[in-house]
C-alpha cells in the first residue's frame, strides 16, 4: 500500500521494546528519488541531537494507530553516532551510522 509521507508525520515510532518518538521529517535523495532516513523528535528521551533512521530498520506502518514498526531497540538508538542537527549529513557520519548497524551502505554495490 502507498502512503503519502506527509500523513506519516507525528506517527508514533515503536521500537522493541518502547516507543522512541514520533515522525518529524524525512531526508530524501533526490538523485535516486527515495527515502534516505527518517528523522525522529525524541522528545525530552535524546535533547539536542537528531535522531535518524533509515530505511532498514523500519516495519510496517499501521495507518489505524498512526505507529510505525522500528526494528531497533532504544539502547540501540541511542548508541548511535550523532548527527549534529545544524549541519548537513556527511558521508563520513553516514559510514559510521551504517557501519554501527552492520548495515550495506546504499551508496554503492546493489543497495543504490
Given at each position: 500500500?502507498l502512503?503519502?509521507?506527509?500523513t ?9 521494546d518502547?516507543?522512541i ?64 542537527s ?6 563520513q ?20
Amino acid at each position: 500500500m502507498l502512503i503519502k509521507i506527509n500523513t506519516l508525520k507525528d506517527y508514533t515510532l515503536k521500537s522493541l521494546d518502547n516507543e522512541i518518538g514520533k515522525v518529524k521529517d524525512f531526508y530524501f535523495d533526490d538523485r535516486y528519488w527515495t527515502i534516505r532516513y527518517l528523522v525522529a523528535d525524541t522528545g525530552n528521551w535524546l535533547t539536542g541531537r537528531q535522531v535518524l533512521i533509515a530505511p532498514y530498520a523500519l516495519g510496517a506502518a499501521n495507518k489505524d494507530t498512526q505507529r510505525i514498526a522500528v526494528e531497533l531497540t532504544k539502547t540501540q538508538i541511542e548508541g548511535s553516532p550523532p548527527l549534529n542537527s545544524d549541519m548537513p549529513v556527511s558521508r563520513q557520519f553516514e559510514s559510521a551510522f551504517y557501519g554501527y548497524y552492520h548495515w550495506p551502505e546504499y551508496w554503492s554495490g546493489p543497495h543504490m
